[in-house]
């Protein structure tokens, strides 16, 4: 093999790793743009789902969960057992 012929055969190389590198990236995007869409379209159902319960168009689904409190009501629970205990503890 002489000097040109190996010199082509890198080009070639280079030239066949270029093409998949652009197909790649073609579906790389092509992937991103439906994600995009698929996210739009969710944000665009649950803005309506939002907007029909705030105007009271369907009554939302009661859930027999049981909800925790606040993280203010348990701040505020926190607070007041360290105080009780604080003072407490000067009482003695």
């Known amino acids: 093999m002489s000097v040109?012929?190996?010199a082509k055969a890198r080009a070639e190389a280079?030239?066949?790793r270029k093409e998949e590198q652009a197909r790649d990236?073609?579906?790389a995007w092509a992937e991103y743009e439906a994600k995009s869409r698929a996210i739009a379209e969710n944000m665009e159902r649950l803005r309506g789902l939002r907007l029909a319960k705030e105007a009271g168009g369907t009554p939302h689904p009661q859930?027999?969960?049981v909800q925790s409190?606040?993280?203010e009501t348990e701040w505020n629970q926190r607070s007041r057992t360290k105080h009780r205990t604080r003072s407490t503890k000067r009482a003695r």
């Open 14 to 16: 280079a030239f066949k």
């Open 4 to 6: 040109s012929d190996a």
């Open 63 to 65: 859930s027999n969960t």
């Open 25 to 27: 990236g073609a579906n």
């Open 69 to 71: 409190p606040s993280p």
